[in-house]
């Protein structure tokens, strides 16, 4: 059982604020996944939760209990750093049972529990060797089964997979997610690949500049991204986000050229529009519906391709096409989006409306820690104390200031 | 292999090494090969007399008065190495680990500590000689201004004490340089180690003990070594402190002074012998150098690569 409750949470560092107030719960047996750019602060809000820095105001609950002043080993709570931490002067055995004897388990029980957490992790003929010895993988499964014979209420891993080669790591991260469905423990996983995030985690909490931007399912982030920087950051490749205005039932961009009519369009003048590379279609030739381009180049990835288009604004259009559909550069191309698939966003990086059309109906599979993602109940750019959060960028403050739901 | 031209670059490196090399030869290998030379010959004041073999050797281990002179030095000697290696290196490892752990004003006291290395031994001597004086010294005005005039002693003055006060003052005196090499050793180990130390106890004794102590191990032997050669050629501190004969009655003499005493007088008998002195001298270099091979190559065994 492990519940965990962050409400406020703020760390400074002298001066220098990290966190600017973190509100997120946490169920029995997530599997949450940190998720953000370089200096989000998500490795130091992992670093809260393990003991390890302080908490400079706000409150950590574990099971009820608040933890804020307790102690990181009598936390219940187990951590795999990024560059495993093994000791270097124990063998593997020792590894895992120096942590186990300084809980006061007896000999046997350090025992049993080292020869299962060997046996899951593959670990038994490696038992005598000392880290220096071993391989990264090796490393790295030895770090985990040193937190798995703690048996710990919850488990951080800060960035695990980040020492390993691309081939291992996909490997790993099948490890990891097959040792959570075994074990069920809770798990706060770090990282800043969106492709990580996206395949292990029940739960995304996605972080940018000290806060939290969205919390959600894979599915709910990919599909209904609370502002641009979801957008952009979850999927690959990333999100198109284009400038464009309202007139009567058609959008054009902002610097002339191309309108197209998506449907039912919200109520706004200025808004950006989000395109997936799966929701774009290109075609041949300029003039007719849709936006104009030119092709820059195309990535051949086997069983697809993708174009990227110069849009007559400047902005690079990422779109997904058949492997045959050889786009060669220079080519004039018409872009338009199919059906249900446009997302718009206003002021602030905030959407006032999600995708619009049939395949979108999102309300029903919000997450119960899903904040804001109704724009119609709840005004989507102030937070629960009602200040306007920031913006992603200075350039979405350039939009018009005519949106009438949230000013 | 490059041929060495006498222009340009090899010029050069032969004008700038070869002033040093000569004024090594001379100042420095060819006093040591003759010292051991010195060693087995017979001498009449400064004039050689007749090669006797190990007959030096003999005196200074096994005849009287010499051999309890001797005995008495070593031991002297003993007790400062295991005395200074609680009090200079353990207060050391003691003192890096609370710089390391940046207790509050650990900036002041990185410095604070490392000063008196610096500071020369001379000045060190003399200036723990008058703290320690027995009417005006810092040390019994400040016992007696504070109630504890029976504990004022004539430090330097009494067998008991002397030596002590001797092992005090040098570790005072060097402290900082044991602390330093451990810090540098501690501030090696990767942060994430001790972080993971500290998801698993919160007990700073286990954290130094099978964490901490086992990762600054090569600087343990760097240490360890370099304070057994210095406790076994000791002589500056006792020479200024204590004089010549290691006063009060050879309480605080060590085989730095007795060698130094026996090849070249002493100030109230005069009486100088290069050949037990180089015997002396000989049998104190092969001492330090095999014990210290062995320390070194022992330490080293469990050394771990980080």
Redesign the interface.
């Known amino acids: 059982m492990a519940q965990l409750s962050l409400r406020g949470i703020k760390k400074r560092f002298r001066e220098t604020a990290v966190l600017h107030g973190i509100d997120l719960e946490i169920g029995d047996r997530e599997f949450v996944v940190f998720v953000g750019p370089s200096g989000c602060g998500k490795s130091t809000l992992l670093r809260l939760i393990a003991g390890l820095d302080p908490i400079t105001e706000g409150e950590f609950f574990l099971n009820g209990q608040r933890m804020n002043d307790v102690v990181p080993s009598r936390r219940g709570i187990a951590m795999v750093f990024q560059s495993y931490a093994l000791y270097p002067h124990m063998d593997v055995y020792e590894n895992m049972a120096f942590g186990a004897r300084l809980m006061g388990l007896s000999k046997d029980e350090v025992e049993a529990r080292i020869a299962e957490a060997a046996r899951m992790l593959r670990l038994e003929p490696l038992l005598q060797r000392k880290p220096r010895e071993l391989s990264g993988g090796q490393r790295q499964r030895v770090a985990i089964g040193r937190a798995l014979v703690r048996k710990p209420a919850v488990f951080l891993l800060d960035e695990p997979l980040s020492n390993l080669d691309a081939a291992l790591r996909s490997e790993v991260r099948l490890e990891i997610a097959r040792l959570h469905r075994q074990i069920g423990g809770t798990m706060i996983y770090v990282t800043h690949d969106q492709v990580e995030a996206m395949t292990l985690a029940d739960k995304i909490v996605v972080m940018n500049a000290g806060r939290i931007e969205q919390v959600g399912s894979p599915r709910e982030l990919y599909e209904t991204p609370a502002n641009t920087f979801v957008a952009s950051f979850i999927g690959s490749p990333r999100m198109t986000l284009i400038d464009v205005t309202r007139e009567g039932d058609h959008l054009s961009m902002k610097d002339g050229g191309g309108s197209l009519a998506p449907g039912a369009l919200p109520d706004a003048a200025a808004m950006k529009l989000g395109m997936r590379s799966d929701a774009v279609l290109l075609t041949r030739g300029q003039g007719g519906e849709g936006f104009a381009g030119q092709v820059v180049y195309t990535e051949y990835l086997g069983d697809n391709a993708y174009v990227y288009v110069r849009l007559s604004d400047g902005t690079l259009l990422a779109a997904r096409v058949g492997p045959n559909d050889g786009f060669e550069p220079d080519t004039p191309v018409t872009m338009t989006i199919a059906p249900g698939a446009a997302h718009f966003f206003f002021r602030r990086g905030w959407p006032a409306v999600g995708p619009i059309g049939p395949k979108h109906v999102h309300t029903e599979q919000r997450g119960k820690n899903e904040k804001q993602h109704d724009p119609h109940r709840r005004c989507p750019g102030r937070d629960g104390r009602g200040r306007t959060r920031p913006g992603p960028g200075p350039h979405l403050l350039e939009l018009a200031p005519g949106r009438p739901r949230c000013l | 292999m490059p041929k060495l031209r006498m222009t340009g670059r090899g010029l050069w490196i032969t004008i700038l090494i070869v002033p040093p090399l000569v004024f090594v030869a001379l100042f420095i290998v060819y006093p040591i090969v003759s010292a051991f030379a010195y060693a087995f010959f017979d001498w009449q004041g400064l004039r050689r007399g007749e090669f006797v073999g190990l007959d030096n050797f003999w005196t200074v281990l096994f005849v009287e008065p010499y051999r309890s002179w001797t005995v008495n030095a070593f031991t002297h000697n003993i007790v400062v190495f295991f005395a200074l290696m609680v009090l200079q290196n353990g207060l050391g490892f003691i003192l890096a680990y609370a710089l390391w752990r940046e207790l509050p004003g650990a900036r002041f006291h990185r410095v604070a500590v490392f000063l008196p290395v610096v500071l020369s031994t001379i000045i060190v001597a003399y200036l723990f000689k008058l703290f320690l004086h027995p009417l005006f010294g810092v040390v019994n005005i400040s016992l007696k201004g504070i109630g504890l005039g029976w504990l004022a002693q004539p430090w330097l003055g009494q067998g008991s004490t002397a030596l002590w006060s001797l092992i005090i003052a040098q570790a005072w005196h060097m402290v900082g340089f044991p602390t330093l090499v451990f810090l540098a050793g501690m501030q090696r180990i990767?942060g994430?180690?001790l972080?993971?130390?500290?998801?698993?106890?919160?007990?700073e004794w286990?954290k130094i003990t099978?964490?901490v102590w086992?990762?600054v191990a090569p600087s343990a032997t760097i240490v360890f070594t370099l304070l057994f050669v210095g406790a076994f050629n000791w002589f500056e501190l006792p020479y200024i402190m204590a004089g010549l004969d290691g006063s009060p009655y050879g309480s605080t003499d060590v085989l730095g002074l007795y060698f130094y005493r026996t090849a070249f007088g002493n100030v109230s008998s005069g009486q100088q012998d290069f050949g037990l002195g180089s015997a002396l001298a000989v049998l104190i270099f092969i001492f330090i150098a095999a014990v210290a091979s062995v320390i070194t190559v022992r330490l080293r065994a469990r050394e771990?690569?980080?």
């Open positions: 990767p994430e180690i972080d993971a130390v500290r998801m698993e106890t919160e007990s286990v099978k964490v086992p990762l771990i690569q980080l």
